[in-house]
């Protein structure tokens, strides 16, 4: 720009030599801006929906998990009884093999017993 010369000044020299106004170039301006501004709204309105389906997305994936996470828990659990249903039908067949045997062998029963007794102390030492 040449000394003494104004922005607007320049802009009406340029219109001048083009043809068009400044008046027009006003109006263009105000057009770009309305479009500007349109063009914003649409990238927000797309970034929301973006958002939403990403969200939606999440919370499928995390209903699919929790409900892998309660089907294994609850297998777990039901496995969990199925052992102490298993153990305590053990322990009540051995409970009666044993009550069985004091009464038909009583002494052999207890020395039976005592050398179990000592395996079981002398792995336990070690």
């Known amino acids: 720009m040449a000394a003494g010369t104004s922005p607007s000044n320049s802009t009406t020299k340029a219109a001048a030599t083009s043809g ?3 008046a027009d170039v006003e109006k263009q301006l105000e ?3 309305q479009d500007v501004t349109e063009l ?8 929301s ?3 939403d389906e990403a969200m939606t997305q999440v919370k499928s994936q ?4 929790r409900s892998q996470v309660n089907s294994a828990i609850s297998d777990a659990q039901a496995s969990g009884r199925e052992a102490v249903d298993a153990f305590r039908d053990v322990a009540d067949t051995f409970g009666d093999a044993v009550e069985d045997s ?4 009583p002494y052999a029963t207890l020395a039976m017993v005592a050398g179990i007794g000592f395996l079981f102390g002398a792995a336990w030492r070690r």
């Open 20 to 22: 068009t106004t400044p």
């Open 31 to 33: 057009v770009l801006r």
């Open 40 to 47: 914003t709204k649409q990238v927000a309105d797309l970034l």
């Open 49 to 51: 929906q973006a958002k």
């Open 62 to 65: 995390v209903r699919s998990a």
């Open 102 to 105: 004091l009464k038909r062998r």
